[in-house]
């Protein structure tokens, strides 16, 4: 019972472009949710959060939007630069800062 | 500047040897958490403390012990390793509940069992 899912294993977008990585998930007891990034052989790395009660929260080239009603989330990234490409993960939180993990998306930004 | 401490970064293990390994977190965070991720399957709960001498299970928590007598301090603990316990180990700590509250990772133990 995966209560999050990332259902694009890769994502390959050009620098300059949009890269948008999307998520879905089961769970309404999800307080907030989370994008984090990760390169190899590193721990992740936080990128962006969104309370369950809002839809929409921006921080410089990164925004990520919340469709309750649809169980989605989607994280856009403009514009891509080469040092985005990196794992993504999405995660949404409860108390205690326990977080339930998509399985990753694969980004590749070419020059 | 250390954030999260994981100890070691490595390790390869017989079958039914345990060991232990490390996690330090300097920030004075109340929450600490393992996860494990495995090829296709993100990260996965182990499991967690909301303070000293508090813990309680993940999600994948058979195979593991946890205990923590210090807010700084969350080892996890395998008592007889096994193949499946092969896979890449984080420590997380997170200073309180709720919110828009992100954890922040240590590097991680990549841990082989033979």
């Known amino acids: 019972d995966q209560q999050v899912k990332q259902n694009s294993p890769s994502l390959s977008v050009q620098e300059g472009r949009i890269s948008i990585l999307n998520c879905d998930y089961t769970n309404s007891m999800f307080d907030y949710f989370l994008w984090y990034k990760k390169y190899p052989a590193e721990g992740p790395t936080f990128l962006i959060s969104i309370s369950s009660i809002k839809d929409k929260n921006e921080d410089g080239r990164f925004t990520v939007f919340l469709n309750k009603s649809a169980k989605h989330l989607s994280l856009h990234i403009v514009p891509s630069q080469p040092g985005d490409s990196a794992v993504y993960f999405c995660?949404?939180?409860?108390?205690?800062?326990?977080?339930?993990f998509g399985q990753g998306t694969i980004l590749t930004v070419h020059p | 500047n250390a954030g999260v401490t994981q100890t070691p970064k490595f390790q390869v293990l017989k079958t039914g040897q345990s060991m232990t390994l490390q996690c330090a977190q300097d920030m004075n965070h109340e929450y600490m958490s393992w996860y494990r991720q495995d090829p296709g399957m993100g990260l996965r709960l182990i499991h967690y403390?909301?303070?000293?001498?508090?813990?309680d299970q993940g999600e994948v928590p058979n195979g593991y012990n946890v205990s923590r007598s210090t807010t700084e301090d969350f080892p996890l603990r395998l008592l007889s390793a096994a193949p499946s316990q092969t896979s890449v180990y984080f420590c997380?700590?997170?200073?309180?509940?709720?919110?828009?509250?992100?954890?922040?990772f240590g590097q991680g133990t990549r841990l082989t069992v033979v």
């Open positions: 995660a949404g939180g409860t108390s205690y800062g326990k977080l339930t």
């Open positions: 997380a700590s997170c200073p309180a509940a709720g919110g828009n509250t992100e954890a922040f």
């Open positions: 403390s909301v303070g000293a001498g508090i813990t």
